[in-house]
């Protein structure tokens, strides 16, 4: 456990004290600040009956923030320790690989959850300039930090088994984001192929990053995502963790 | 001889590695499938927003409990549409509670492809859209988005024209009525008089016409058909609601004796006068224990400014708030009318139990008519107070079962319920709440529409600009300086 704890520092200690975290703090705020900036715009003086919070998703720079910035978390996460050497270093001391694996993984995953974290007081700005009550309801804002945590831990994942694939942070970035890109896609087929009836149409419908995200935004807690997202998040790690395991023997 | 040692592992070990690495990655997709199809079969939703509070009424729970053969949902809707998520959540509720409900949902902006073959299978026109659909035993029902909410004037614009806001969600009450009609067989039927100047109940295109209403009526599982009166024509035997849509020519005697004997064999009679006559019915009204006005009744205060006047439900002084008006005075949900007649219970009438329900505010006014053929008459006021212009008259002898006691329906004003007004305010939940009453199916009274909530953001061009400048600018170039000082500092 210590181990891991050293592990998740270190891991979170190379974003804090390199310039580079803190240009994608900084590339995120203005994203979301962009996003917000337009849903305001296409809201002022228009009366509205829907949490600001289920607006947010249906803005571009949302979906943009979540494809983006997996990737340029994830990409040094193990092909920089790869390409400057350390990684040898790491296998051979005394830790399992899981605790490599998870370490890395809570680490992105917790500099990506950072880089959200002013977005929480947005809500309590614009109270500033709302005129009926409730419009900022603690509920979906709740909810819709467990979709991003969720969404977040699949795309953490997948970054980190693009990041263990190759040594090179280019391909490992273009890796996942083809993956995640890939998996938001797979939602849209239903409604691109003709119409599909029954068992296709749910499958597609249950594999739709959006529906999953509009749930979420709206203050909808559903068992379904949550297992989706939290069966891919183990599964990618699973394949971390093997495609680590691989070079002991390969 | 002896082999030289490898660097590497065995083949054998290699092998061995590479099946491991194979059935461990299937066992892992194996259980990962199996955790998404358990899921998907056996799952919990827990909606934490205040608007999308979808506990269902007790009566809604027993009508889906009575359901036994599938019923066919379809939400036809732009998700965009901020009723989307509402409807969507409140009929995913059904759905967990009666799970021979199938529910689809169809963007016909995403999905014109899915779009087009539910207008063909439910032959729908090509042009409706936004509305939600149940289909069970061959019948099809159909709630449009105009029905769903109720709209309220909340301001003016610069220009003088009233703005109009959703207040009211009226979902649960449509869709169990909705459902209620695809799975029960039994067709009520219903009649309305024709003739006589009364509104037409096919027409939905002209202001006055009362085809909206029809259809609403229709949705209730009501079979509306036309009926006229005469010597040789009674009311229809299986009448189960007799509709006088604001007549303005007199009736003739025969008419009013037909429609007298209706009444005294227990019918329901929804009785609503025109401005312009008391169509020969006053006798008929106060043989009930109704008092019809020959005046015009006025609020000066509460005025919309197109000569519709505000009114409220009304609680009785002597038998408290009438069902059909409970839930809009529950609501607080006001009426909008055009200039009516008073409608008041006449003393003295026992066994009548006539109740009031809809007046004006303490500054009412009844204006006495003028005489017919006058010209330039000054308007005299007849009374001034809270007026009443909406009666419920109920005759139940002594021992004599409820449901067999003849009911009538007065309303001053009968221009509240034409295409123009039926969706004002709460008109067309007092119309609702009305033929429910009439038809005894007081279950339904009890469920009220729910208040939608609405903001408005009002930022001016300075606030927008200081807004912009901290989350564009400040926020993002702080973080950089700080990054640009940990960068310096650990440079030197």
Redesign the interface.
Known sequence: MQAYLTLVRRELAGH????R???I???V??L???S??IT??A?????????IT?KMP?TGFFWLILLLVAPVITMRTFAHERAIGTFETLLTTPISDWAVVLAKFTGALAFFLLTWL?ALAYPF??TR???????V?L??L??LIIGITMLGSFMMAVGCFASALTKSQIIAAMTSFAICTGVFLLGFI??IR??W?GSRS?LFS?LSMLEHM?DFA???????H???Y???T??FL??TQ?TIS?RR?? | MPTEPTA??SAR??WS?WVN?FL??AA??A??AM??YL??RH??????????DSRLSQLTQLTLAEISKPVTVVIFYD??E?LY?PIL?LLRRYGELAPSLHI?TVDYE??P??AT?IQNRYKLPPNVHDLVLFHSNERTEVVPHSALSQVSP?GQTPDGRIVF??THFNGERLFTSALAAVSDTNRHRAYFLAGRGTHSFTNTTSWDGYGSLGQRLRQMNLDLQPATLSATQPVPKDCRLLIVAGPRTELDAQEIQRLREYLSAGGRLWMLFHRATRAGLEHLMAEQGVLVGDDLVNDPGNGFGDGSIKFSAFADPQHGIHPAVRALAAQDVSLRLGAPRSISPLPGRAPVKCTQLIATSAQGLAYRQPAPGATNAVLTVDRRGAISVGVAAEKAAPGQDAHLAPRLLVLGDSDCFNNTLLDKEGNSDLAWNMSNWLLDRSHLLAIGPRP????????TER??WE??G???GI???G??A???L??LR?RH
């Open positions: 804090f004290l390199s310039l975290g803190y240009v703090m900084a590339g705020q203005f979301l600040g962009a917000l900036c305001l715009e809201l002022n003086q228009k009366p509205f009956d829907m949490p289920e249906n002013p700005i614009l300039y709302v005129s009926g009550m409730g419009a309801d509920g979906p709740a909810s239903s409604v003709p119409p009836i749910e249950h509009g709206s203050g909808v807690v559903d068992t379904r949550v297992v989706f939290a069966s891919l183990a599964l699973f394949f093997k691989l023997w390969r | 590497g592992f070990r290699r590695g690495l461990g990655v892992m997709l259980l990962a955790a998404n899921s998907h799952y919990s939703r827990w909606q934490w927003a205040k608007r999308l998700r965009r901020s998520r959540e689809e995403l999905e492809a899915r073959q909340t806001e959703r939608i909530q609405r903001h408005v953001f009002s930022i606030e927008r807004l912009m901290w989350l564009l926020i993002p170039a973080i950089l700080v990054g640009s940990v960068w650990r």
